[in-house]
């Protein structure tokens, strides 16, 4: 019997990296950033806005924004949402978290 993959998830199953604060992680296709970053033993990406205290995901399921990263430059991205892709840079977002815009 022929397995079945479930929808969404793409054929090409080969591993690749992202980085995590220059850190090379490693993420599988259709992998969400916050499941690359967990399986490679990182709990918290981000610091509150009052009284820095460490974050992750906590709901996984996109509802209270717990797991906000900067994702290639882009603050305020829901790691628990976004898939990872090969090459992605996500680093730890402080408080509100700052968009590259300084040329
Ligand atoms: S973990 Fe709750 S929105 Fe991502």
Redesign the pocket.
């Known amino acids: 019997m022929a397995r079945r993959r479930a929808p969404g998830v793409p054929h090409d199953t080969a591993a690749f990296d992202i980085s995590f604060d220059g850190r090379p992680v490693r993420a599988l296709p259709g992998q969400t950033i916050?499941a690359a970053l967990w399986g490679a033993g990182v709990v918290a990406w981000r610091t509150t806005r009052v009284g820095g205290r460490p974050r992750?995901?906590?709901?996984?399921?996109?509802?209270?924004?717990?797991?906000l990263a900067t994702v290639n430059g882009e603050p305020n991205r829901?790691?628990?949402?976004v898939a990872a892709r090969p090459g992605d840079a996500v680093t730890t977002q402080e408080g509100n978290g700052r968009a590259g815009l300084a040329v």
């Open positions: 916050a992750g995901a906590f709901c996984g399921i996109g509802q209270c924004y717990d797991c829901r790691a628990c949402l």
